[in-house]
């Protein structure tokens, strides 16, 4: 059950200015050609990247389901050098930062991925076709990010019939109808999926009679393949999610909270095949999230509202020239269209609007030259560069302040006037030796560069975290990492293992300064309210994976350590990521008992998050003054779960296909913090005053039941 009071308690501490990290937590030739590709992507001896994983969508089917659910985001964070944040899907790659990561849906980004403040993902399983991760040598035709790329690939729907695919789970449902419009010329495939939490409002409400609650989420996939030819493909690709959450005092009328958030994406791709073994892929895209976060106290209330929006292009000439020999050369360019705050509040009988600022323009473009290439029967090569430019344009008006924040002059940029500009060198090169048949030893470096940036107001990921552009005081985010791997198969027993070692600096990252929400100005620069500062991670990873017989899974533990260093805070002594975990282990259990029953299983470990805490409290002319420990010395306990699903086919058959599942999440019900914050109690009269620290967890036990149905 939620803990609705506590959580809406810390979402509006964060806009009333609290200091958020004190007080929570945080088909045809040019079709084998593809097919040729993504063969040698997947295996981790033959590919020369350092890091790469692929999980298909049998492996997703495999994993216990939550809530009804296969998720792919929590699939994702069970890998190694892949951190969440706890029951949420927030993501931290080998020690960066949730902003860090490009995660694209058909090539184009999406920037906030979860439904239900995070413990569900926008993706649906049934659409998905493969998820690649790249977290150590980036291929130089990814950018924007420095940390790692999550590429999810959709399904093309069936080209020779029409199929109709449903589950109904415990919170939500699915449907997925697709099939060929012209039989293997054409296909479409439909997918949605809706909650129905908000049907069952009043057991997530309990007892209490005195709050109203409502929320839902839905989500509509479609995804159009049309071969027009011998030479030419063509795919459309459509997305739209949507969350609402309320939640209103109904007794007292005191408080109400309200948060519409929500992703429109569409996305068209020409791939032209040349010859045998050329081809020239076009790509065009729009991605639009928006949020909305409103809220009252008796007679004051406020809006906060942002926006982003980005206009993809993307052309590629890729060649296979030969068995030794594959490149690609392209160019990417994003239009980005950021309203990171529009704040309007309401005193009652006064209204202002405290927001100036609509939107902020800017282009990030980007040329890049890639390839792999075998200079002996042992040594493959993969190199690439990516030359990356970013220039932000007016309109935009920027505000100088004297001491005070009295405002002293201004200067006005206009309607496409370059503001800044940045351009960047983007250099990236992965060798593999090959030691044995099933032996292989990898290296890897690559240097990234992100030009937008996420500012986050509390340690939890929440909609309300808003995104900013990079400016002539907010420098580009800068990622160098350095990876070494070992690869090892045992054909005999289908295990594939690996260790792999990395060590990535990161600079120009950003954080609110303290106190700065509770600052508000009517003209203001909205890039005068971070702190700058620079961060290393390092760590090692060890991996093994059965995917083949009655028993799959994969056993993973990553060793880590993540720091951050700012000058303008205290005075630039160095303190953990709050994301900083030192252990992480996780165990994935998949055995077919035999072909009506199978059985799963997943346990967790994760070393708890950093924090900072009051460690003593004084009193000074009848005030109660805080003093708080070194910025995240304290650490939260550990979170550790564990889930099992058991399916059993209930029909299978070339015609329809149907069974059941059940699954219990968190079987032995620990309850693992969300969040940490500090009660107080006592008469200050008295001078008697008790301080101690509160846990909120959301989940225990979660058992489900659903039901698929396939024909």
Known sequence: MLKNTLLLLLLLSIFLGVNAQQDSLSIEKSKELEKALVKSKTSGIEQAEVGGLTLTKKELERLPQFLGENDPIKAMQLLPGIQSSGDGNGIYVRGGGIDQNLITLDDIPIYNVSH?????????????????????????????????????????????KWKVDGSIGILASTLTIQGPIKKDTSSLLFSMRRTYVDLLKNIFAGNNLNFQTNYFFYDMNFKYFHRLNAKNKLFVTGFMGSDYFLYDDTKEKTFSNEINWGTKLISSKLIHTINETSSLTTTL??????????????????????????????????????????????????????????????????????????????????????????????????????????????????????????????????????????????????????LSTNAALKAGFSQNYQYIHLAPVSSISLPTDVWIPSSSIVKPQMGRQYSIGYYKQFPKKNIETSVEVYY????????????????????????????????????????????????????????????????????????????????????????????????????????????????????????????????????????????????????????????????????????????MYFETKGD?????????AKQVSLFTILPSISYKISF
């Open 504 to 675: 990535k600096q990161m600079n120009n990252l950003i954080e609110y300064k303290e106190g700065v929400l509770s600052i508000i100005k009517l003209q203001s620069n909205y890039d005068d309210n971070f702190f700058f500062g620079k961060g290393q991670s390092y760590g090692i990873e060890f991996f093994g994976k059965k995917s083949i017989g009655k028993i799959t899974g994969w056993l993973s533990y990553t060793l880590s350590k993540s720091t951050r260093n700012f000058n303008d805070i205290e005075n630039g002594r160095t303190f953990y990521a709050k994301n900083d975990r030192r252990h992480d282990i996780s165990f994935v259990f998949n055995y077919e008992i035999n072909s009506k029953w199978s059985f799963s299983g997943i346990f967790v470990y994760k070393t708890g998050n950093a924090m900072t805490i009051p460690v003593s409290r004084y009193f000074l002319q009848g005030n109660i003054i805080n003093t708080y420990s070194p910025k995240n010395s304290y650490r939260i306990p550990a979170y550790h779960r564990a889930d099992i699903s058991v399916t059993y086919q209930i029909k299978k058959t070339d015609a329809r296909e149907s069974s059941l599942n059940f699954s219990i999440y968190n079987v032995y019900g620990r309850q693992n913090p969300f969040y």
């Open 285 to 434: 895209g729009v991605t639009d999230y928006k949020m909305d976060f409103k809220a009252s106290i008796y007679n004051y209330s406020f809006d906060l509202n942002s926006s982003n929006k980005d206009i993809v292009s993307k052309i590629e000439y890729l060649n296979k020239k030969s068995n030794q020999l594959t490149y690609r050369i392209g160019i990417d360019n994003t239009y980005h269209i950021i309203s990171p705050n529009n704040f309007q509040a309401n005193g009652g009988v006064s209204k202002y609007n405290y927001s100036n600022l609509k939107e902020l323009n800017s282009n990030e473009g980007a040329l890049y030259v890639s390839g792999e290439y075998k200079l002996t029967k042992k040594i493959e090569l993969s190199a690439g560069i990516r030359l990356s430019s970013f220039v932000q344009f007016g309109p935009f008006t920027r505000y100088d302040y004297s001491k005070g924040y009295a405002q002293k002059d201004s200067i006005h940029f206009t309607s496409g006037k370059i503001i800044t500009s940045y351009f960047n060198p983007e250099p990236r090169i992965s060798i593999s030796y090959t």
């Open 116 to 160: 239900l403040f995070g413990f569900f993902s926008v993706f649906n399983a049934n659409t998905i076709q493969k998820i690649e991760l790249h977290k150590g040598g980036m291929p130089a035709n990814f950018g924007g990010r420095v940390s790692s790329v999550i590429a999810i690939t959709t399904s093309n729907g069936n080209l020779n």
């Open 684 to 692: 200050i009269t008295k001078f008697s005053v008790e301080t101690k």
